[in-house]
């Protein structure tokens, strides 16, 4: 069976971390640009940060310098690490496939592009 799978949400207090996983079965996730993406209760979707085929990576202003995303290839897995967070990034995080595949860049704006979605992880950040 194709898909991906979300895990590594929970509850944190504001200026924790946490590390999201991406992690895909059925398919390799080598060959794609891989987008995280967060909808929080009320609000639209909105891409988070973004990485390339070949690893090059994009981030929101929201959360540049706080959140980094990076793959592992061997394990067939994407990673977000979020440290510092805020009250604001409590969302259900998804991760998805882009149907573009280029080398260097990628895009988290484009949420049309992906086509391959997890089911999601809760986070939520409060005291």
């Known amino acids: 069976q194709v898909q991906l799978l979300e895990s590594g949400g929970d509850l944190v207090q504001p200026g924790g971390s946490l590390r999201l996983s991406c992690a895909a079965s059925g398919f390799t996730l080598a060959g794609a640009a891989i987008g995280w993406f967060r909808q929080a209760p009320g609000k639209e979707r909105e891409g988070v940060s973004c990485?390339?085929?070949?690893?090059?990576?994009s981030h929101a202003d929201s959360v540049k310098g706080r959140f980094t995303i990076s793959r592992d290839n061997a394990k067939n897995t994407v990673y977000l690490q979020m440290n510092s967070l805020k009250p604001e990034d409590t969302a259900v995080y998804y991760c998805?496939?882009?149907?573009?595949?280029?080398?260097?860049?990628?895009?988290?704006?484009?949420?049309?592009?992906?086509?391959?979605w997890g089911q999601g992880t809760q986070v939520t950040v409060s005291s």
């Open positions: 990485i390339s085929r070949g690893g090059f990576a």
């Open positions: 998805a496939t882009d149907r573009i595949t280029e080398y260097y860049g990628c895009t988290y704006r484009v949420g049309s592009r992906y086509d391959r």
